[in-house]
């Protein structure tokens, strides 16, 4: 899963709170500067799988502080099960993180 990492967080933070190993971590980033990460880096979580989306329609979004799947789903108009069913990855729908990138897609499409 590809994060955001965001304001007072790093890699320390982000493996306890998806529960990966801080080694795993690092090493699905290696690139990072000097071994640690920044606010608004974009790393992969190792162990966590983005959907399987077709290329068109879909649109990435990344959560920001106060978002709830419920909110996300009026402000794009997207039916808020379907939201659920083309994000996997999250495995409570209740608890996402500013950060986190999710998957939209307009009905209209």
Do not use: K
Not at 4 to 20: D, I, K, S, T, W
Not at 80 to 105: M, S
Request: proline share 12%; charged share 20%; hydrophobic share 40%.
């Amino acid at each position: 899963m590809h994060y955001l990492l965001q304001p007072n967080e790093n890699l320390e933070v982000v493996a306890f709170r998806f529960g990966a190993r801080l080694e795993e971590l690092r090493a699905a980033n290696p690139v990072l500067p000097g071994g640690e990460a920044y606010p608004g880096m974009i790393i992969e979580v190792p162990g966590y799988r983005q959907p399987d989306l077709p290329p068109e329609g879909y649109i990435p979004y990344v959560v920001q502080p106060g978002d709830t799947l419920f909110r996300i789903s009026r402000r794009f108009n997207i039916d808020l099960d379907r939201l659920v069913t083309q994000n996997p990855q999250i495995v409570n729908p209740d608890l996402i993180w500013p950060g986190q990138i999710i998957y939209l897609i307009y009905l209209g499409y």
